[in-house]
């Protein structure tokens, strides 16, 4: 399952609901579909949005309610890759540091993501890509 790669942002959301609807039916998930289960699990909240946008024809105000689910978990998905990968080098080290701090890896994260949308929020509009030195030094003052 790709995720991302040439998808609009129907799709996207289509693929968290499908593996939402996968986990919750006990279907076989593939990796990818199982790390974005875990995260609508550890977010109950959200869980009425891909409940109640199952249908193809959800109305825009369901689909506009849900924006904000959809992008936090695709905040939280992103980091975790970059927390797989410590890239930027040395962002690992600062999710330990904050998960100590807070008691909570998933409270860290929620910090971090914040820095994440800001930093990429800031690329967008300058027509750049993100400066990943920029994020860390970011990230290393929260």
Do not use: K
């Amino acid at each position: 399952m790709s995720l991302y790669a040439g998808q609009d942002r129907e799709q996207l959301r289509a693929a968290w609901r499908e593996s939402w609807q996968r986990c919750l039916q006990g279907l076989p998930l593939a990796p990818l579909q199982a790390q974005m289960s875990d995260l609508i699990r550890m977010h109950p909240e959200y869980t009425q949005h891909l409940d109640g946008l199952m249908a193809a024809d959800s109305t825009a105000a369901a689909a506009a309610a849900s924006t904000n689910a959809f992008l936090h978990l695709a905040l939280h998905l992103a980091l975790r890759e970059q927390l797989a990968t410590n890239r930027p080098a040395g962002i690992a080290l600062v999710h330990q540091r904050l998960a100590a701090a807070h008691g909570d890896a998933h409270a860290a994260e929620h910090r971090m993501i914040e820095t994440l949308g800001q930093v990429l929020w800031d690329a967008q509009r300058a027509g750049r890509m993100p400066d990943e030195q920029l994020y860390l030094e970011a990230l290393r003052r929260l």
